[in-house]
């Protein structure tokens, strides 16, 4: 078995739109909570205990998504106090807490997503739906680091020619509206140059090649039917109104029966698949090194 960032981009992108499909459109509690935790474990899988300034962020996120909604939706029947006459109830905290719980579990699945596919991953994928929307895509995500780099350099020389200065707001705001026109006259004019070098290499006269030649193998497609079985299974117990909740105006959840558990045991599973595979992985590089 493989890593999971090394399997065909395909299988990766149709396995991170599962998930979050499930979460997006089923708010049971025990799903959710699946996803946020899922999400995080492979976060940390791959990053170890770098970007802890990431998880400050998510939890600073999810703290406020949860309290917002409390405060502006007051219905409810079970009231737990009342701040300047409106009521907040046990409802809207736990809609409230289950939302946020939705949203910063998902942030971590994209997040992992993008750290996983390159923009030739992307090229990859969106090339056989739509080459032109592949196009445009790889190239907005390579002038994003591009934008970057020349504002630094043009920051940098403004500087040193002494024309603002960050210590004074209105040198400051001046300096940066400077800075602003000229990145914006330097992409359009890289624009440009990027149109006519695409022209004289006759883009659009031919069948468009890959630099990179993504293979499906036996593996790709053993994950990608383990995905799509696990998938439906979920799916079909939450189409039989075997995991539902209502919130409103009192809370009242299915019972747990054979399907719902069925339903909750896939997708727990479908969750813990890339960390299943980076695990599987790790302990596979470590014996062979042990071998050596």
Request: aromatic share 12%; net charge positive.
């Amino acid at each position: 078995m493989r890593s999971f960032s090394e399997y065909n981009p395909i299988v990766i992108t149709v396995y991170i739109f599962s998930v979050t499909g499930i979460a997006m459109f089923c708010n049971y509690p025990l799903l959710i909570a699946m996803t946020f935790i899922g999400g995080v474990l492979y976060y940390i899988v791959r990053n170890g205990r770098s970007h802890s300034r990431s998880h400050l962020y998510f939890f600073m996120l999810f703290v406020v998504l949860a309290l917002v909604n409390p405060l502006i939706s007051h219905n409810g029947v079970t009231v737990l106090f009342v701040m300047n006459d409106n009521p907040v109830t046990l409802e809207a905290l736990l809609y409230g807490i289950n939302s946020a719980e939705m949203i910063v579990g998902v942030l971590y699945w994209f997040r992992n997503f993008t750290q996983i596919m390159t923009s030739e991953k992307l090229l990859y994928v969106t090339g056989a739906l739509s080459p032109k929307l592949s196009l445009v895509l790889s190239m907005a995500l390579r002038f994003v680091p591009m934008f970057r780099r020349q504002s630094e350099k043009v920051s940098d020389a403004q500087k040193a020619m002494g024309l603002f200065k960050e210590d004074n707001i209105i040198d400051d705001i001046r300096g940066n509206m400077r800075i602003f026109s000229i990145i914006i006259t330097w992409a359009l004019e890289n624009g440009i140059i990027t149109a006519d070098s695409m022209a004289a290499r006759g883009f659009g006269t031919g069948r468009r090649t890959h630099f990179t030649n993504f293979r499906f193998r036996r593996g790709d497609m053993i994950f990608l039917l383990t995905d799509i079985i696990l998938l439906a299974i979920c799916a079909a117990a939450i189409a039989g109104h075997k995991l539902e909740i209502n919130f409103y105006p009192k809370l009242r959840s299915s019972t747990l029966g054979a399907g719902a558990l069925t339903g909750a045991v896939a997708y727990g599973i479908l969750v813990l698949l890339p960390v299943i595979a980076e695990t599987e992985a790790f302990l596979r590089w470590r014996y062979l090194k042990s071998k050596i």
